[in-house]
């Protein structure tokens, strides 16, 4: 019923497509026993063995030693018994072979189905596996076929297509099939269909890997990054820091005359980008992160999680930004609430009751570490402080 040509033909799947041929052997016994025992009773009890070393089938029926037979299908004479076995007694279990005459073409049949629904599954199985290793990874794509706002992208070194929504995108992305563009994988899942990929190009991690390409402090260690907020296509705010006395964080990731930012500026359609130093200090971290603004004071409430920020009457708009972006993202970044008042309010904070307040004074903070390839920072919007809670 089943010839050498068949055991061959598993063992060239194993080797062309990586997938076990004892997997194969275990699935097509299962399988082949329900439909023998379909087509003869499912009452009797029987199982289907493959030999790949003697490229035979054998199906064994098993059934109880009686005195008298009343149920064929289970059990067998006790006379019948000793002719294979002389020592066969009434209660023994006896392995009985089955003729495979009648069975051929609905085995072939089967193996048929069954080869193919496995290969399937594990041609899956094993593409989830490898595309697995992509997740969390920044990828060069060529774009495949766009379908209304969606774009898909081929994944290299796979038959997989990746999805990026529109709100994977950067506001401005302008794409045409066959353009190569970087994505960002963010998250796979297995289906029914295999491996669902979703890329992205707005995500935090899109930065942080387009930061670990172009910056090799990075990519190494010596530069770590903190904390990452970001308003894609307008604005982010990166908190980076080093333990290593020698080297500055904040030139590392500029480069020789702004190179290595502006390309990284550049892949995000010129999305501004503002590199702040963490510092384990609540209070100069706050600081910094209002960046461009100058910051005079800041004062904090533990208890409440909230900070209060002095910046000179003329840079209010400039911190808070416009709708009160920079403000936002600060805030994002460093874990504060943080209200932003201009240095002519003079009203009194509030007494503190369950933390003592701190305040400190900072030394007046470089512009130079926002950095906008766009052209000069334009005026922005001012945003009344009061609409942030009073400590």
């Known amino acids: 019923m089943v ?11 194993e080797q062309e497509k990586k997938i076990d041929k004892d997997t194969f052997v275990a699935t097509l016994e299962t399988a082949l026993t329900s439909a023998y025992k379909k087509m003869y009773g499912e ?18 029926s098993y059934k109880t030693v009686v ?27 006896v392995a009985v072979e089955e003729s495979t005459k009648d069975f051929g073409r609905i085995a072939a049949q089967t193996a048929k189905q069954v080869v193919m629904q496995k290969l399937r ?18 990828l060069t794509t060529i774009v495949k076929r766009l379908d209304g706002e969606n774009v898909y992208v081929q994944i290299p070194g796979s038959n997989t297509e990746g999805v990026m929504m529109k709100n994977d995108q950067i506001p401005g992305d302008k794409f045409n099939i066959g353009d190569r563009v970087k994505v960002y994988v963010k998250k796979i899942k297995d289906s029914f269909k295999g491996p669902q990929i979703q890329v992205s190009r707005s995500n935090i991690g899109f930065i942080r890997k387009l930061f670990e390409l172009e910056i090799p402090e990075i990519a190494s260690g010596d530069v770590k990054i903190k904390n990452i907020a970001r308003d894609a296509g307008n604005r982010a705010k990166v908190a980076i820091y080093t333990e290593r006395p020698n080297i500055d964080a904040i030139g590392a990731c ?10 990284i500026v550049n892949e995000l359609n010129g999305e ?24 005079l004071s800041v004062e904090t409430n533990d208890s409440l ?56 004074e900072l030394t ?5 570490n926002s950095f906008d390839t766009m052209g000069d920072l334009e005026e922005l919007e001012t945003i009344d402080g009061d609409e942030f809670p009073e400590l």
């Open 3 to 13: 010839n050498k040509d068949f055991f061959k033909a598993l063992e060239e799947l």
């Open 43 to 60: 009452a009797k009890s029987a199982m289907v063995k493959l030999y790949p070393e003697r490229n035979t089938i054998r199906i064994y």
């Open 67 to 93: 005195a008298e037979v009343e149920d064929p299908d289970k059990e067998i004479a006790l006379s019948e018994a000793k002719l294979s076995k002389k020592s066969s007694k009434v209660g023994d279990i």
């Open 121 to 138: 599954e594990m041609e899956r199985q094993t593409a989830a596996s490898e595309l697995s290793e992509k997740e969390d990874e920044l």
């Open 254 to 263: 500029v480069g020789n005359r702004g190179v290595r930012i502006n390309t």
């Open 272 to 295: 501004k980008i503002d590199l702040v130093e963490y510092s384990e200090d609540p209070l100069e971290y706050i600081a910094r992160s209002l960046s461009p603004a100058k910051v």
């Open 305 to 360: 999680n909230m900070s209060q920020v002095i910046v000179p009457d003329d840079k209010l708009s400039l911190a808070i930004g416009k709708g009160g972006q920079n403000v936002r993202l600060a805030a994002r970044l460093t874990g504060w609430k943080i209200d932003v008042k201009p240095e002519s309010y003079i009203k009194p904070v509030a007494a503190q009751t369950e933390t003592e307040e701190v305040e400190y």
């Open 364 to 368: 007046e903070l470089s512009d130079d």
